[in-house]
């Protein structure tokens, strides 16, 4: 065998270290070899669950995609309504939304509805 030696509690045994005989030694390369192709047959079962759990995800959310684009259109349009100027410019848009908040706060019956609003509503 390939240099095994084994630790024995047989007390005919002189030495307590002995070399392997050819019988172990057979077990040791028919250990190795079902080692080896365990750990190939478990590493191609984990990658087939990796892709059937990917697959399922993309799945999941290609049923879910018009919803998801619809959401993402209306934060976009209801981002750009909230925020009307540029970046340099907006320091003005708080003032105006404060005021903006002001007047709907205390004057309920004044309903300012934006135009741009209507196409939101309109497109969903």
Same mark, same amino acid.
């Given at each position: 065998? /390939?240099?095994? +030696? *084994? =630790?024995?509690?047989? /007390?005919? @045994?002189t030495?307590?270290w002995?070399?392997?005989?050819?019988?172990?030694?057979? *077990?040791? *390369?028919?250990?190795?070899? %079902? %080692? @080896?192709?365990f750990? $190939? $047959?478990?590493n191609l079962?984990? =990658?087939?669950?990796l892709?059937?759990?990917?697959?399922? #995800? +993309?799945e999941?959310? #290609?049923s879910?995609?018009?919803?998801?684009?619809?959401f993402?259109? *209306?934060? =976009? %349009?209801?981002? +750009?309504?909230s925020?009307?100027l &540029? @970046? /340099?410019?907006?320091?003005?848009h +708080? &003032?105006? #939304?404060?005021?903006?908040?002001?007047?709907?706060?205390?004057? /309920?019956?004044n309903?300012y509805?934006? &135009? %741009?609003?209507k196409s $939101?509503?309109?497109?969903?």
């Amino acid at each position: 065998s /390939p240099g095994s +030696y *084994y =630790l024995t509690n047989n /007390p005919n @045994v002189t030495a307590s270290w002995y070399q392997a005989s050819d019988v172990n030694g057979a *077990y040791y *390369y028919v250990t190795l070899f %079902l %080692l @080896v192709a365990f750990m $190939i $047959i478990s590493n191609l079962m984990l =990658l087939n669950i990796l892709i059937a759990m990917f697959t399922e #995800s +993309y799945e999941k959310i #290609s049923s879910n995609q018009k919803t998801i684009w619809k959401f993402q259109r *209306y934060s =976009l %349009l209801k981002d +750009y309504e909230s925020k009307f100027l &540029p @970046v /340099p410019l907006n320091i003005i848009h +708080y &003032p105006l #939304s404060f005021a903006r908040w002001f007047w709907k706060k205390f004057h /309920p019956k004044n309903k300012y509805i934006n &135009p %741009l609003r209507k196409s $939101i509503d309109k497109t969903f």
